[in-house]
Each structure stands twice: as C-alpha cells, then as structure tokens.
C-alpha cells in the first residue's frame, strides 16, 4: 500500500489524529493567508470554531470565508455581528467624508 494511502487509512481510523491534523493544517492556511477577517476574529478573542458556530458554518466552510480576500457587504456585516465587531464604511468625496454603519439587523448601512 502506497505511503499516502496508510496515512488516510490511519486517519480515518483515528478521529482525534485526523482532527489534530486538520487542525495544524488550518493554522498553516490561517498564517499563510492572514486576512482581516483573521484579525477580527483575533481581536475578538474567538477562536475558529467558536465563530463558525455563531455563522452556522462547518469548520472547512468557515475556513474558506476566513481566507477569501473578496467578500459580499453583507458577508463582512454578519462575520462581524457574530464577532461582536461593527462594521463601518467611509466614504470620500469632493472633500466630503460620509460614514455609514452596519448591522445584520438593519436594512444596509445607516448613516452615523
């Protein structure tokens, strides 16, 4: 049997050992793609799992939006409702500085 094959084999035999290992890989991912939806997360105080349960999102789902760089407005929002972090957007023109605010429980953003 293949080298690749009895590492799957074991893994599939070992559900802490595959867990340990899917963990040491999204840390890998995570500090390859550090993305400002990690430092949300980060400054939070949360950790993956924790913030993947408040989205309702399976781990590996959760891992991909983390790591995306090109996010719907809306999807930022409810990332940061569920951290607990207010999603601000600001806008410049012809010298004029719009802020708005956003909340998941709101339609859009608000102006502050």
């Known amino acids: ?43 939070a105080g949360l950790s993956r799992a924790e913030l993947a349960e408040r989205l309702q999102l399976t781990e590996p789902a959760f891992i991909e939006l983390e790591t995306d760089q090109d996010w719907t407005l809306s999807t930022l929002v409810r990332y940061c409702d569920a951290a607990g972090a207010v999603a601000m957007l600001t806008v410049e023109i012809g010298g004029n500085v719009l802020d708005f605010e956003a909340r998941q429980t709101a339609r859009g953003f608000l102006m502050k």
């Not at 890989?25 to 400054?43: D, F, H, K, N, S």
């Open 1 to 43: 049997m293949p080298k690749n094959d009895q590492i799957q084999e074991r893994l599939r035999r070992d559900p802490e050992l595959a867990a340990e290992v899917a963990r040491i890989q999204a840390e890998r991912v995570e500090a390859a793609q550090y993305t400002p939806l990690i430092a949300i997360r980060q400054a």
